[in-house]
Each structure stands twice: as structure tokens, then as C-alpha cells.
């Protein structure tokens, strides 16, 4: 049945199952550019969330645009990978060339990464060369930066990481923009 297909390719995915994710994209080209009920994602958004990279090769294979965003937020699925803890998922989506959308605090995969609570996707991201420096105001947020909200969020690890690369290897910086970093988490939960 026809109404069915989402619920085919959901458990597809789940199962990590490329030849039926290929097959039924061959048969229903439309769902390429469906939005999952699951927060609004594309398919490999999804596939990124739930970790299935073979999936996630399929999807590509079968012509899903990486580059589709989360029809609620923006967000690219290298957020939904970096927030679960995916790092071979990251690596990925980094070799394929997707984009790092720091245009806003919930599209920037640093952000997500610590939430994630993922040194090694800090890691990735910074040697990939996104903009560790962005500063975010918002309604919850005031001159926030991937330090700040690390630190803001108990992730001092990543906090560190971000810092010393921010600093060059300068620890002596780092540390300064440690401080910094702190006082702007402390203001932002205050």
C-alpha cells in the first residue's frame, strides 16, 4: 500500500538494509524529499539520528540530498549525528562534503557535538574547519560562543578542546578564554 512506504523505509533504515533502501527509493522517487514525523528530518537526518550509516550510504546513493535540512529548525544532518554521539556517522557526512552551518546555535554541529557530549566530534569538526568562534544572541542566549556553551553545559572537556585550538596551542590563551568563556556561561544561566 502506498501509505505504507514511510513505515517501509523507516524500518529499513532501522535495519540498516541498503538493498531494500535503494529499492524503495527506485519505486517512490517523491519520498526523496519527504519530512519524517521524527523532529521534522529528512531521511538521512533520521538515519543520522538512529546511527545507521549504511543506511545513510544508501539514501545518498539513492539520490536523498544530504544537504536537506530539518524542516523545523535547519538543521543539517550532521547536527543529528554529532547530538546522538556519532562519530563514524560525522566522519562520513564530513567526507562526503556536507556543509557546517553555523548561521544559528541550533544549526551549528559544534553545538550539537557538545551536547552530544563528544570530545572526539568536537574534535572532527575543528580539524574540518568549522567556525569555532560564532557568537550567538538570542532570546536564551547572549554572546554565546562554542566555549561558553560548552561550559554552560558541564562539557569542560570539550570546552578545553575548543579553547586550545581557538588559541592556537597557546595554553596560556586558552586558559584566558577559559575564563572568559565562564564568566558568559555564568551570566547566560544567571
Known amino acids: 500500500m502506498r501509505r505504507n512506504v514511510p513505515v517501509h523505509i523507516i524500518e529499513a533504515i532501522k ?27 529528512s531521511w538521512i537526518g533520521y538515519a543520522a539520528q538512529v546511527g545507521k550509516l549504511a543506511a545513510i550510504e544508501a539514501l545518498i546513493e539513492s539520490g536523498v540530498d ?21 562519530v563514524d556517522i560525522v ?3 564530513l567526507k562526503v562534503g556536507i556543509e557546517l552551518d553555523v ?12 551536547v552530544g557530549r ?13 567556525d569555532s568562534t560564532a557568537r550567538y544572541n538570542s ?4 554572546d554565546m560562543d562554542a ?13 578545553s578542546i575548543i579553547a586550545l585550538w581557538n588559541a592556537n596551542g597557546d595554553e596560556k590563551a586558552a586558559e584566558k578564554t577559559l575564563v572568559e568563556a565562564d564568566e558568559i556561561a555564568t551570566k547566560n544561566v544567571s
Open 139 to 142: 532570546p536564551s542566549m547572549e
Open 118 to 130: 563528544s570530545p572526539e566530534i568536537v574534535t572532527l569538526l575543528l580539524e574540518a574547519g568549522i
Open 66 to 86: 544530504l544537504m536537506q535540512a530539518d524542516a523545523h529548525d535547519g538543521a543539517l544532518p550532521i547536527c543529528s549525528a554529532a547530538s546522538a554521539g556519532h
Open 91 to 93: 566522519r562520513y557526512l
Open 103 to 114: 548561521s544559528e546555535s541550533v544549526r551549528n554541529p559544534l553545538f550539537s557535538a557538545i
Open 147 to 159: 566555549v561558553a556553551f560548552a561550559l554552560m553545559r558541564g562539557e569542560s572537556k570539550c570546552a
Open 15 to 41: 535495519a540498516n538494509d541498503s538493498a531494500t533502501i535503494v529499492e524503495l527509493f527506485v519505486n517512490n522517487p517523491d519520498q526523496k524529499t519527504f519530512v519524517t514525523p521524527f523532529g521534522s528530518e
